[in-house]
């Protein structure tokens, strides 16, 4: 286990009587902060990332990591020690009482470099986010700062910290609030973050124990051991399990918390009271997110800009998501690329995202928990259909689980030619298992990084190329499609072409590619039309 | 005809939504007859009897299950 604790140490910024300047500086180190500065510091910028303490929050938060998050690690060299340590699943199933209705299957398809998700305690992806962060030159990560101000004007952000040596001063080009669901910054802004509240209450508990359930993540509605409510099972490392369970809206969460009480919970749904607590909480959620994610100078990204219900791991990755699509515009506009267009970008996009989000969590919430009578009986209704009826199942709903949302994006160019599958324009990259030009095996996700994470022509066969950028050609002397998926995940036959934006999502495609469409697809990508 | 049971619906949720969002803006005591109007629409709209009693025969399953 890495190290969660870090000292304190004092930085020349504490000494110096003017304010120093930073071009880009990042507010809280938990996985979002931790990935943005990771990729922009990778990408050559200079980043200072400030948290307020010296530690890794512990407890009980994020435990679901999906694909889009593990492939963006994977390019921040975190990847490999997450999937090492973490519990690989990808099947789920749902019961109703004593029945099992279906089960289901998160990627079902081969060929993947990364699975549908991992398991794995938030403490133990920050600890090796930290780990890396450390190594990557350019990263200056500050424990114990606590901003206490911002301002900004046409000079920049001006932000006050306060450390265990006393305040310091520095300005920021641009600043970007990771400072989750409470974020200070955001309330030192006064902007607004509202939403729909959930009244229900939901008991989570971490217990320790020796258990032979499967690595599946299993739902139950209405289970014998937890009359009239919902209840989740799912496995982390270290032999410790998540255990959700709804409770009454009217439930007194003092008294629900005592450890007695859920422990007597537990028990009539384990069978066994031999396991012991690592976490308990209780918890109600809101879905909400800010009007905007982007105030001039000042970016939001993760938690602080919008909160979701936990029922389909849309928080911790959707920040992910944030930050993977933040990195390279902040780097294109510190290298001279028009700054509003591409900020704009990253509020669409990630807007987009968000709302697919709430969209999502709402949808499970309403079915998990049914804010009125008649919703109650709709869900008895559907649950008691879904044991004979195929449609039902497909409306039964413990939770969609994160999937990133395809964009409608003014970076994007609309497919010209019929297309019949693969990826359309705003979606992201799909894998396929390639041969390397060395005769390795291989994955397209390993080819993207290989080419350097940038803007790419990804082609298969022979064609054109685009002064300026790497080009990452599917033929058999180059990236080698082995098991032909490439051309059956991407539609293509030779000459056909994939242009792909740095965090790797498609910006165009065109059959019988040529240069002029491919350059203008390439300028409208980088926000300079 | 044949009663389709399997899923038919390009997003299952959104069609669930649907229903709960639009149940939501009555008042308690009309969710039943706004089910049955709802109903009466959809068979209209089916426009086969032979569907609407295997429809029936399936509804009649669920309840007493």
């Known amino acids: 286990m890495p190290p969660t604790r870090f000292a304190y140490r004092r930085a020349p910024d504490q000494d110096r009587a003017t304010p120093s300047h930073h071009p880009i500086v990042i507010v809280g180190a938990g ?18 990332l400030l948290d307020d303490a010296e530690r890794i929050g512990e407890g009980s938060r994020a435990i679901c990591f999906s694909k889009r998050t593990l492939e963006a690690w994977d390019r921040l060299g975190v990847a490999a ?30 060929g993947h470099k990364m699975p549908a998700f991992i398991n794995l305690q938030q403490f133990y992806a920050e600890a090796h986010l930290v780990a890396r962060a450390g190594d990557v030159p350019g990263l200056d990560l500050r424990w114990a700062n606590r901003v206490t101000a911002v301002t900004q004007d046409d000079a920049g952000v001006h932000v006050t910290i306060q450390t265990p040596d ?21 309330a030192m802004l006064g902007a607004d973050f509202v ?8 008991l989570i508990a971490d217990v320790k124990m020796q258990a032979p359930f499967p690595t599946e993540r299993w739902f139950w509605f209405d289970p014998p051991f937890h009359p009239g409510r919902s209840a989740l099972l799912h496995k982390q490392p270290d032999n410790v399990w998540r255990i959700d369970l709804q409770l ?16 007597a919970r537990l028990t009539r749904m384990l069978g066994h009271g031999d396991f012991s607590f690592e976490w308990i909480s209780l918890y109600r959620f809101q879905c909400r997110r800010m009007a905007r994610f982007v105030h001039d100078r000042i970016i939001f990204a993760g938690d602080a800009a919008h909160q979701v219900s936990p029922f389909g791991a849309r928080g911790a990755n959707s920040g992910i998501e944030d930050a993977e699509n933040l990195a390279w515009k902040l780097d294109a506009i510190h290298r001279g690329a028009p700054a509003a267009a591409l900020l704009a970008s990253y509020e669409a996009e990630r807007i987009q995202a968000a709302d697919d989000n709430i969209a999502n969590s709402t949808a499970a919430t309403d079915f998990i928990a049914p804010a009125t009578d008649y919703e109650h009986m709709l869900r ?8 004979h009826h195929g449609f039902a199942k497909r409306m039964v709903n413990g939770g969609r689980l994160s999937k ?10 609309a497919d010209a030619d019929p297309w019949a599958g693969g990826p359309p324009p705003g979606a992201p990259l799909v894998d396929v298992p390639l041969r390397a030009p ?8 390993d080819a993207f990084r290989a080419a350097g994470c940038t803007f790419t022509l990804l082609r298969h066969g022979d064609g054109p190329t685009l002064d300026g950028i790497p080009t990452l050609t599917i033929g058999e002397a180059e990236w080698h499609d082995v098991d032909g998926l490439f051309a059956q995940r991407y539609d293509t036959s030779p000459g056909d072409a994939y242009l792909l934006r740095p965090d790797g999502y498609i910006a165009c495609r065109l059959r019988a590619a040529t240069i002029p469409p491919l350059r203008a697809a390439l300028t409208r990508a980088c926000g300079e039309t | 005809m044949t009663l389709r049971t399997e899923n038919n619906l390009p997003d299952p949720d959104t069609a669930y939504r649907l229903l709960v969002a639009a149940h939501r803006r009555l008042a308690p005591d009309l969710h039943a007859s706004f089910d049955a109007a709802l109903v009466l629409l959809l068979a209209n709209h089916i426009g086969d009897p032979e569907i609407l009693r295997q429809a029936l025969a399936a509804a009649a399953a669920s309840v007493e299950a």
Request: glycine share 10%; proline share 9%.
């Open chain 1, 404 to 413: 990133p949302t395809a964009y409608a994006s003014p970076l994007s160019t």
């Open chain 1, 248 to 263: 009454d809206r009217t439930a007194d969460p003092d008294l629900e918390r005592d450890p007695d009480r859920v422990r």
């Open chain 1, 31 to 48: 996985p979002v902060g931790l990935s943005l500065a990771i990729d922009l510091a990778q990408r050559g910028q200079p980043v200072l």
């Open chain 1, 195 to 202: 939403g729909e509240t959930f009244e229900d209450l939901f």
């Open chain 1, 81 to 110: 020690p997450m999937l090492a340590k973490g519990v690989t699943w990808q099947r789920g199933r749902i019961f109703s009482g004593a029945h099992e209705l279906f089960d289901f299957n998160l990627l079902p398809e081969g």
């Open chain 1, 166 to 186: 006393g305040p310091y001063a520095l300005t920021a080009t641009h600043l970007v609030a990771c400072d989750g669901a409470r974020s200070p910054i955001r």
């Open chain 1, 438 to 445: 060395g005769g390795t095996p291989s994955f397209l996700t």
């Open chain 1, 380 to 387: 008895t209704t559907t649950l008691r259909l879904a044991r």
